[in-house]
Nanobody
Framework: QVQLVESGGGLVQAGGSLRLSCAASGSIFSRNAMGWYRQAPGKQRELVATITSGGSTNYADSVKGRFGIARDNAKNTVYLQMNSLKPEDTAVYYC????????WGQGTQVTVSS
């Protein structure tokens, strides 16, 4: 059973920082691509950042230079460091992992006030 559990969301002022964490179960972690998506109210879920098992990263243009994704295989955890946050970053952030299918966490709310 694959489980992805996010933490670290919250309320922050514009220009602030947050770090999201996603703890993954078992063997899915070390050899699978993982990442973060987000969904704002009334909008479709969109990619934020992904990281392969080898550490290659990919970012949405809207977060390049502000967000950083990293993984710690020893802790089965993937992180999203979010800096210089903007009100338009407000969304529910979902952890994602690619296995025999897409796996998703339950989501964590990030709210950026202006």
């Amino acid at each position: 059973q694959v489980q992805l559990v996010e933490s670290g969301g919250g309320l922050v002022q514009a220009g602030g920082s947050l770090r999201l964490s996603c703890a993954a179960s078992g063997s899915i972690f070390s050899r699978n691509a993982m990442g973060w998506y987000r969904q704002a109210p009334g909008k479709q879920r969109e990619l934020v950042a992904t990281i392969t098992s080898g550490g290659s990263t990919n970012y949405a243009d809207s977060v390049k230079g502000r967000f950083g994704i990293a993984r710690d295989n020893a802790k089965n955890t993937v992180y999203l460091q979010m800096n210089s946050l903007k009100p338009e970053d407000t969304a529910v952030y979902y952890c994602w992992a690619l296995g025999i299918r897409d796996y998703w966490g339950q989501g964590t709310q990030v709210t950026v006030s202006s």
